[in-house]
């Protein structure tokens, strides 16, 4: 394969970032919601910690999911399929093989105690592990196949090898372009362009006058509207419009009534359809540029419907299948949509830079991802029933948990190339990114 030179996209790199964060702050809240989730407060929050949660659920797994389609574009750029691949089963199987048979059964056996549905110790529970299948919490089962938070993992890596066969085929974009140029040719092009597969004796198109015929067969057109190679002939033809970012979002709300598996909050269709979006639309070109143009209509759509959508909530919400949950479905997409086109114009706006801590960050976010929910449930365990109040037990779970994780990524997991590797990571540190962060902090130009 060609060794291509792909400019980085420090945008990306910085939401993955804040992101990891802000999943961390929400995992952070589920111990204090009145949300099922393995260990619990001994007193549950119904207002500002609720309303953290409900905010950040609606946009934060989409815009991953987004990210992650949005990147597949460059990957695909710069690896072969099977180099591909290997690298989605390297930094997504291993790490969420980590997480289902070391990182989970501690955090099920800290919810069968808390739901009173166990009694013992955690050597007592380990062989129990493997009894039944767990698809819910509080449910029967105790083996999480999908290695409990890490299902986003699971899925990317189904989502990575379903969409690569189409990925590389059919360019969706183009292919509005392709049908709009074919209709305008058959609508008025010569006979000698069009006409050369009509049957015997059937009227041939007149040309127009002052236009002149052009030498160009039916099969030399196929070839070139219609080609859905890897690199497709008219891909300089692509164009992102304004309209896409009101049917995008309508095609969100009509698969709605679709059900799946729910997970984090959205389906698992909701999900695969903003991965193949990040994928064809996000990624292009003019994206950017068109929400640049609209971002006030969607800054005012996100604060709006987030209003109307938290009240709601907070009042009660609708019956599942009533017009009302479906009209609050439609509520809640836009508001994630809005959302999300929001984070990416404020991240080109202003996060295009690199620095050191985005180096170290990019490097750390993963492991962080993996490793930050067991720690928040297990110190969780150890204050759930504590007689602090709510704000200092929140103050203390976040500031701990959060300075557990870092140390055991900046002393133990980042050193050892075995480790690196079981926790998402490259064997070896990424010397370019970390030489471009430091030269750009220094206020140098990169080599």
């Known amino acids: 394969m060609e060794n291509k030179t792909i400019q980085r996209q420090y945008d990306l790199d910085w939401i993955r970032v804040l992101a990891t964060l802000a999943v961390f702050l929400y995992h952070c809240s589920m111990f204090f919601n009145p949300w099922p989730w393995h260990v619990k407060n001994n007193q549950l929050n119904y207002s500002g910690i609720l309303v953290f949660s409900l905010f950040t659920s609606s946009w934060i797994m989409p815009i991953f999911f987004a990210v992650s389609g949005i990147s597949v574009v460059y990957t695909l750029k710069k690896r072969s399929a099977g180099a591909y691949f290997k690298e989605r089963f390297i930094r997504l199987g291993v790490p969420l093989l980590l997480g289902v048979f070391i990182l989970s059964p501690p955090q099920v056996f800290i919810e069968r105690l808390t739901h009173n549905q166990f009694s013992g110790s955690f050597l007592d529970f380990i062989p129990h592990y493997f009894d039944g299948v767990y698809l819910s919490i509080g449910g029967s089962g105790n083996f999480a196949f999908i290695g409990l938070h890490l299902w ?54 007149r040309t127009p006058a002052g236009v002149e015929r052009l030498p160009l067969q039916s099969t030399e057109l196929k070839k070139s509207t219609f ?123 202003y996060l295009t830079a690199s620095n050191r801590f ?70 070896q540190v990424d010397q370019k990114l970390v030489t471009h962060a430091v030269e750009m902090t220094r206020g140098g130009s990169p080599k």
């Open 358 to 427: 985005l180096a170290y960050g990019s490097e750390a976010s993963m492991p962080f991802y993996v490793i930050h929910q067991p720690v928040i449930v297990l110190l969780g365990f150890g204050i759930y029933d504590s007689s602090l109040p709510v704000a200092g037990k929140a103050l203390l779970l976040i500031g701990a948990s959060f300075s557990i994780i870092m140390v055991c990524y900046h002393m133990g997991i980042r050193r050892t190339k075995f480790i690196r590797v079981l926790f998402g990571m490259k064997a």
């Open 152 to 205: 986003y993992l699971l899925v990317l890596l189904v989502y990575s090898f379903l969409t690569f066969p189409f990925f590389k085929k059919v360019d969706l974009l183009n292919l509005a372009v392709d049908f709009r140029s074919r209709r305008s040719l058959s609508a008025g092009v010569p006979g000698s362009l069009l006409g050369a597969d009509a049957p015997a004796g059937s009227p041939q198109p």
């Open 227 to 349: 080609s859905f190679n890897r690199t497709p002939k008219i891909r300089k033809q692509r164009s992102f419009k304004p309209i896409h970012l009101f049917i995008l979002p309508l095609f969100l709300v009509l698969i709605g009534p679709i059900k799946t598996v729910n997970l984090g909050g959205w389906d698992l269709l909701f999900y695969l359809v903003l991965f193949v979006y990040g994928y064809y639309f996000f990624s292009d070109s003019e994206f950017k540029s068109v929400v640049k143009k609209t971002i006030m209509l969607h800054f005012s759509l996100a604060i709006v419907t987030s209003i109307v959508y938290i009240s709601w909530f907070m009042m009660g919400s609708p019956k599942p299948g009533s017009f009302a949950d479906i009209i609050f479905y439609a509520i809640r997409t836009v508001n994630c949509w809005s959302w999300m086109l929001g984070i990416f114009y404020l991240a080109d706006r």
